[in-house]
């Protein structure tokens, strides 16, 4: 359907007055030229489809990369009128324990720790995996860099990403670790291309950033 529903109206309006109007408000208050802010933005903010560096250029489409886009540039101008020091971090998509999202990775993991042959009915529906590849990132690596750059006040832009995987891969994974041959979720549109790859060259080189392997 072309019309949004309420939910995604709050949704968006929520991301406006948190990440826009209250994130500035919240700087106004705590920033002095001593401080240095650590800013946790996202790729998505690069748009869809394609390979994506630090040197990229944005393209937000949907309302929450937008929001993030205009704090990354409420934080830019904050730092300039003060003098204080940021590092913004640009992550990919997380996954970790305890993620009770839908989003890819914990849906397929709830689907086969849950699978019973027996009473199977129908799982999640999974858009595109033989050519659907992302790069996804480990919360135990967020937390860590976040660490890292406490204590560090150059004024930087990263991206933080794991490897690249195809979604089939994962499933693959799934399948061999669970020990189920039997598929507990639907795919449509299999062959798909859909490629968001965020490229994590300049953490890696600078600080020697090893990402965790999601299916290591």
């Known amino acids: 359907s072309a019309s949004k529903s309420r939910l995604e ?4 309006r929520e991301f406006i ?3 826009v109007w209250h994130y500035n408000n919240f700087l106004s208050k705590v920033l002095k030229p001593s ?3 650590i800013l946790l933005s996202t790729a998505d903010i690069y748009g869809k489809n394609g390979e994506f560096t630090e040197d990229s250029l944005i393209n937000p489409v949907t309302t929450y990369a937008q929001s993030k886009a205009i704090q ?10 003060l003098g ?4 913004i971090l640009r992550l990919s998509q997380v996954y970790g324990p305890n993620d009770t999202s839908k989003k890819i990775i914990p849906l397929v ?7 019973n042959k027996e009473k199977f009915e129908f799982g999640p529906t999974i858009w595109g995996t033989e050519r659907t590849y992302r790069s996804w990132v480990f919360i135990k690596d967020v937390v860590e860099t976040i ?3 406490i204590n560090i006040g150059s004024n930087s832009i990263f991206n933080l990403s794991g490897e690249v995987n195809c979604v089939q891969d994962i499933l693959n994974f799934c399948h061999g670790y669970f020990g189920i041959a039997e598929k507990p979720y639907m795919v ?8 968001i790859i965020v490229r994590h060259d300049l953490i890696s080189n600078t600080f020697d950033f090893k990402p965790t392997n999601l299916i290591a």
């Open 9 to 12: 109206y709050s949704y968006e």
């Open 17 to 19: 007055s948190n990440n």
């Open 35 to 37: 401080s240095h802010i």
């Open 72 to 81: 990354e540039y409420t934080t830019l101008n904050w730092c300039k009128k």
């Open 84 to 87: 204080c020091t940021y590092t």
């Open 109 to 115: 993991l709830s689907a086969f720790a849950s699978y």
């Open 147 to 149: 660490i890292l750059f």
């Open 188 to 195: 449509e549109n299999s062959n798909r291309e859909d490629k």
